[in-house]
């Protein structure tokens, strides 16, 4: 039994392999971020609460080696946090809207989500400066959270609305605005400009 999930495993990560060439077409595999911006309230509030979070100073440096291992923990951790927590709003858990927090329940929105698959991701020594909190919109006009993960070979995104860890170039989302990947108190806007590339997976 044991060998035949060791051989599914592998399979799932040969087939994501294959995908990655597919992103690469797709579009460019690291995102084009800018000028300094504004750090979203909820997490400037965030900050506050735990100041330790937002003092991460990460050298700058190449991301991460993505191996086979690294692949297979991130999906696990991905997975894992997506079956634990059950998706409540800000607003049905907090009454108030823009609460980023770590999930101490079972349940939790977006940037829940995110904040705890980059806790478990650091926890297993992925740095910080490849571990970003990131803002987008929705193809309905709607705000979200994920987390980006930067690696040698792309960056990807963990997200609660999405069973698998994309490449970027494959969510149709539009990226806005995340973390710095030398300084996590600090944000950095998105150049997207992915237009034919966002189309082509819908």
Known sequence: MKKTRGKLLLLAMATQLTAWGT???????????????????????????????????????????????LWAKIVSINNSVNSRIAPRTDMELWGKEEVWSYSNSEFGDCEDYALEKRRALMNIGVPAGDLLMTVARQPNGDGHAVLTVRTSLGEFILDNLETRVLSWTNTDYTYLKRQSSQNSGAWVTINDGRSGAVASVR
């Open 23 to 69: 992103a690469y077409a797709a579009g460019p595999a690291f995102m084009h971020t800018g000028s300094r911006t504004t750090q979203p309230v909820g997490h400037y509030e965030f900050c506050q609460k735990i100041p330790q979070e937002c003092s991460q100073r990460t050298p700058k440096q190449s991301p991460i080696e993505l191996t086979r291992k």
